[in-house]
T-cell receptor, first 114, second 115 residues
Framework: GNSVTQMEGPVTLSEEAFLTINCTYT??????LFWYVQYPGEGLQLLLK?????DKGSNKGFEATYRKETTSFHLEKGSVQVSDSAVYFC?????????????FGTGTRLQVTL | DGGITQSPKYLFRKEGQNVTLSCEQN?????MYWYRQDPGQGLRLIYY???????QKGDIAEGYSVSREKKESFPLTVTSAQKNPTAFYLC??????????????FGPGTRLLVL
């Protein structure tokens, strides 16, 4: 079956530091890959996505590249801010039967300090 | 503004009681989903619906029930058979259910606590 593995948190960084959150996946076929962000007490928001190999998703300074050869979709940001503190989820979408369902990683908590 | 609303924000359940969580969307999306989130874990799929009057079990459907009588609405009932219901429940929707590129959009969630 499909699965997503994320690096364990929490990740603690100083403001303006470089961020990498690792994500690797196992899936059959050609899944789409997503990063969602969850702020405390809220639902998930889509951060970025990529739908085929070598695609790069980007949004709000965050980037991730779909690497089929290493089955990875690592999230990066060049300079984090305190407002980026949240939990980040990697997910994949692959058709199962007739429905497209998301498989999530366990989430990585990011804390950015001044 | 288009979006997904969930109510209530907090819900308390007594032993042996059924409770219903509301989910409404005005995005005109065909597909709707219910997920459960436990601390330190990812989201797990409870039920999903691709079209009105049709729904399928997800990975952890035991102790839950749903209905889809209207396109906009997908309520989740947590029955007394669910022995560990304390969790954060998230509703989501997507435009088309059968395309893997589709983004799922999430509501703000309902936190269920057992008294």
């Amino acid at each position: 079956g499909n699965s997503v593995t994320q690096m364990e948190g929490p990740v603690t960084l100083s403001e303006e530091a470089f961020l990498t959150i690792n994500c690797t996946y196992t899936a059959t076929g050609y899944p789409s890959l997503f990063w969602y962000v969850q702020y405390p007490g809220e639902g998930l928001q889509l951060l970025l996505k990529a739908t085929k190999a070598d695609d790069k998703g980007s949004n709000k300074g965050f980037e991730a590249t779909y690497r089929k050869e290493t089955t990875s979709f690592h999230l990066e940001k060049g300079s984090v801010q305190v407002s980026d503190s949240a939990v980040y989820f990697c997910a994949l979408s692959g058709n199962t039967g007739t429905a497209s369902k998301l498989t999530f990683g366990t989430g990585t908590r990011l804390q950015v300090t001044l | 503004d288009g979006g997904i609303t969930q109510s209530p924000k907090y819900l308390f359940r007594k032993e042996g009681q059924n409770v219903t969580l509301s989910c409404e969307q005005n995005l005109n999306h065909d597909a709707m989903y219910w997920y459960r989130q436990d601390p330190g874990q990812g989201l797990r799929l409870i039920y999903y619906s691709q079209i009105v009057n049709d729904f399928q079990k997800g990975d952890i459907a035991e102790g839950y029930s749903v209905s889809r009588e209207k396109k906009e609405s997908f309520p989740l009932t947590v029955t007394s058979a669910q022995k560990n219901p304390t969790a954060f429940y998230l509703c989501a929707s997507s435009r088309r259910p059968t395309t893997r590129q589709e983004t799922q959009y999430f509501g703000p969630g309902t936190r269920l606590l057992v008294l």
